[in-house]
T-cell receptor
Framework: AQSVTQLGSHVSVSEGALVLLRCNYS??????LFWYVQYPNQGLQLLLKYTSAATLVKGINGFEAEFKKSETSFHLTKPSAHMSDAAEYFC?????????????FGKGTKLSVKP | GAGVSQTPSNKVTEKGKYVELRCDPISGHTALYWYRQSLGQGPEFLIY????????DSGLPNDRFFAVRPEGSVSTLKIQRTERGDSAVYLCASSLTGQGGTDTQYFGPGTRLTVL
């Protein structure tokens, strides 16, 4: 069965600092992996996704994530945090691998950015 | 173009009442998903429609929950005999085909359900 674990329910960084949000997955099939962002009172927005092509995936707003099969990880990074990055971030894995179907989400990591 | 819309945005009801939550997907999207997000948790899958039919309803917690999509567009999630534990944000998402790596789920803003 597929599952996702996000390490750290809350991460705080200073503006301009590196952002690193951790996600580890478990999957019995080659996974499709996703990062979504949720701003207050808004719906989930896709940041990026891994679908077995390039292992380094670039997304919107300067975010990127690297798929590491040996570590079963898909950590999200951004070189320099902006105040506007403050939001909650969710890692997800497709329930059935290549055929998307439903997604299985982690519990989320709330990112705070200090001026 | 218009995204996924959900109505109402907030719903307060009393324990034991019946509620309906509506989702309008992006036009032309054949796949539609319902998720439930409890406080402090990630979204949890409820049901997935491919066209008019429920392709996977394994996430529905019990028989008080039911969803329909009669014309393959708008969907309604129905909850009977609501319980306080049903309080959550109910999210709807749609995608073009529901298949393959190029398909992306687009989420609506959610309906916040509060059962008193």
């Amino acid at each position: 069965a597929q599952s996702v674990t996000q390490l750290g329910s809350h991460v705080s960084v200073s503006e301009g600092a590196l952002v690193l949000l951790r996600c580890n997955y478990s999957s019995s099939v080659p996974p499709y992996l996703f990062w979504y962002v949720q701003y207050p009172n808004q719906g989930l927005q896709l940041l990026l996704k891994y679908t077995s092509a390039a292992t380094l995936v670039k997304g919107i707003n300067g975010f990127e994530a690297e798929f590491k099969k040996s570590e079963t990880s898909f950590h999200l990074t951004k070189p320099s945090a902006h105040m506007s990055d403050a939001a909650e971030y969710f890692c997800a894995v497709s329930a059935y691998g290549g055929s998307q179907g439903n997604l299985i989400f982690g519990k989320g990591t709330k990112l705070s950015v200090k001026p | 173009g218009a995204g996924v819309s959900q109505t109402p945005s907030n719903k307060v009801t009393e324990k034991g009442k019946y509620v309906e939550l509506r989702c309008d997907p992006i036009s032309g999207h054949t796949a539609l998903y319902w998720y439930r997000q409890s406080l402090g948790q990630g979204p949890e899958f409820l049901i997935y429609f491919q066209g008019t039919g429920a392709a996977d309803d394994s996430g529905l917690p019990n028989d008080r929950f039911f969803a329909v999509r009669p014309e393959g567009s708008v969907s309604t999630l129905k909850i009977q005999r609501t319980e306080r534990g049903d309080s959550a944000v109910y999210l709807c998402a749609s995608s073009l085909t529901g298949q393959g790596g190029t398909d992306t789920q687009y989420f609506g803003p959610g309906t916040r359900l509060t059962v008193l």
